[in-house]
């Protein structure tokens, strides 16, 4: 059993910047962030397949936000910057213990057995 624990959300103006961490506490293959926004399902944001450190994003993200990894930390991190309003979420961090390296498997909600608790992101216009 891997226990995800995220940090880093918050309040920004549009155009800011923030880190999102995820401490995970054993190895994993994969991890992903994903996020809800009110009424609205959980989407994939970014995604890494630990191996070969190989990421993938949402077409909303992409060239905004970057997932990394520390292997000795077992941390996963997502940097986000330009947020707009729309980026307002609550975002998850997860992880599996077994992956499959295809974009559409690794932003799937469904490919993770593992979740964080949350944390949440509030960007105003």
């Known amino acids: 059993q891997v226990q995800l624990v995220e940090s880093g959300g918050g309040s920004v103006q549009a155009g800011g910047s923030l880190r999102l961490s995820c401490a995970a506490s054993?190895?994993?293959?994969?991890s992903g962030w994903f996020r809800q926004a009110p009424g609205k399902e959980r989407e994939g944001v970014a995604t890494?397949?630990?191996?070969?450190?190989?990421?993938y994003y949402a077409d909303s993200v992409k060239g905004r936000f970057t997932i990394s990894q520390d292997n000795a930390k077992n941390t996963v991190y997502l940097q986000m910057n330009s947020l707009q309003p729309e980026d307002t979420a609550m975002y998850y961090c997860?992880?599996?213990?077994?992956?499959?390296?295809?974009?559409?498997?690794?932003?799937?909600?469904?490919?993770?057995?593992?979740w964080g608790q949350g944390t949440q992101v509030t960007v105003s216009s």
């Open positions: 997860a992880a599996a213990a077994g992956c499959v390296d295809s974009k559409r498997w690794l932003l799937r909600e469904g490919s993770y057995g593992y």
């Open positions: 890494i397949y630990s191996g070969p450190g190989r990421t």
């Open positions: 054993g190895a994993t293959y994969c």
